[in-house]
């Protein structure tokens, strides 16, 4: 890249910005996915932008292919020193304005390897989780070390700089979520998006969608709920109690079919709760997807009910994207995606009753019909759209350079949606 004088207060930002991602993962799963597709979409924008992350993962692979720049980093050798200074060199070499990490295990080594780099670019930190940092000594001195914290949702936003607390809970990871110490100024929200183009209603009875029902052993008129999602454990996602609920509901609606859709260490016991609830024929664990925008216009009703930490979750854009509707528990961050186009039901977490009743409220209505559908697609490609979502971070970048700090650019008030 060519060489050009840095911004500083007051200056006009750069046209082109010089942003690297840092990514020790990119094994699969929603932070690496909302990695590579952001770095892509900022790159469409005009953003020189790079991703630094280990050779022969299968994201390294989604990176190349979708056309970004991808630093192959050694491995991570004690105390991860081999990234870190992998990392330093390339921010250096291409002098980078920004360096932005990701996942949790990456939010030193982001800070190090900028201050190692000897350009100093803005640091700044997407936190996909819905809780603040395990470690007492990231709680404490974070953000004394980053320029930004972007939380992926209100909710995270509210963790961060308030803490949650839920001491009775029967999940562990949400007894206690302390906030971090410091500027939380410095802390904004810009959420998640969701790739509009691909997940779209598709015609009732195209055959690539029928073909998708057939293979999940699917009849015609059969009325499709489906969790989509990992089932490892203690919990999963809420499976165990999705075939509690459907046991309650099997009888009353012979046509409902009770899908699980993912991969987990839970398959053995899933399919043993099938046999004891007297579920066999109705309800089964399908075969790993990997087209999520078919699998979503395949299912008559998504269904996520979510026992753990949720930040903001994507399968439920992505569902209502395609013009499902969503039964999903009312936690965390769950209600701010459900609001992009609330069309089915929020229900209290932890309850199978909620839930049974929930799926019979859905299956009773008349289910949207093609013109609603495409309504629906419209109004989450609005606020949640990925060219979207990395405007509002190409224009978060710029407010640093500029800076503008945190609080004018890319941030929302606590509980509202974009």
């Known amino acids: 890249m060519p060489d050009t004088p840095r911004s500083g207060p007051g200056a006009e930002v750069k046209a082109s910005l010089r942003v690297l991602h840092l990514n020790s993962l990119l094994t699969g799963g929603g932070t690496d996915d909302q990695c590579v597709k952001l770095c892509a979409h900022l790159a469409a ?77 803005r640091v700044v930190i997407t936190r996909h989780l819905a809780k603040s940092p395990a470690s007492g000594v ?13 939380a992926v949702s209100a909710f995270v936003a509210r963790v961060l700089r308030e803490g949650h607390y839920e001491p009775n809970s029967p999940v562990a990871e949400r007894r206690a979520r302390p906030p971090l110490c410091g500027d939380h100024g410095k802390i904004c929200v810009i959420h998640g998006g969701v790739e509009m183009s691909r997940f779209r209603p598709r015609p009732a009875g195209a055959p690539e969608v029928d073909a998708l029902r057939s293979t999940w052993g699917l009849r015609p008129g059969d009325f499709a709920f489906g969790v989509v999602g990992g089932y490892d454990p203690p919990r999963g996602k809420g499976q165990r109690e999705f075939l509690r609920a459907a046991a309650r509901v099997c ?10 859709i993912g991969r987990g260490h839970l398959k053995e016991r899933l399919e ?15 075969p790993y997807c990997r087209d999520m925008p078919m699998a979503m216009n395949a299912l008559d009703c998504l269904v996520h009910p979510q026992i753990g930490t949720e ?14 509707r969503v039964i999903a528990t009312d936690l965390d961050g769950i209600p701010e995606a459900f609001a992009a186009c609330p069309a089915g039901r929020l229900i209290e977490p932890e309850s199978v009753e909620a ?33 979207v979502v990395a405007a509002r971070v190409l224009a978060h970048y710029e407010a640093l350079l500029a800076g503008g700090g945190t609080r004018r650019v890319g941030s929302v008030p606590d509980g509202g949606t974009h």
């Open 311 to 324: 930040a903001f979750p994507g399968v439920v854009l992505e569902a209502l994207a395609c013009g499902r």
């Open 272 to 286: 043993q709760d099938i046999e004891e609830l007297g579920l066999a024929g109705v309800a089964w664990l399908t």
């Open 355 to 387: 839930l049974a009743t929930g799926l019979l409220e859905v299956w009773r209505e008349t289910p949207p019909d093609p013109a609603a559908r495409e309504a629906m697609h419209a109004r989450v490609a609005r606020g949640f759209d990925l060219p």
């Open 45 to 121: 924008l005009g953003v020189r932008v790079g991703l630094a992350g280990p050779e022969g993962r299968e994201y390294t692979r989604v990176a190349r292919a979708a056309g970004v720049p991808v630093q192959a980093t050694p491995s991570e050798g004690p105390a991860k020193l081999r990234f870190i200074l992998s990392a330093a060199r390339a921010l250096r070499e291409e002098r980078c304005d920004v360096v932005h990490g990701h996942h949790g295990r990456d939010l030193w080594p982001t800070v190090l390897a900028a201050r190692l780099s000897g350009v100093r670019p």
């Open 251 to 260: 009888r009353e609606v012979p046509a409902a079919r009770f899908l699980i």
């Open 138 to 150: 990231s709680r404490r001195f974070l953000l004394g070390q980053v320029d930004s914290i972007i």
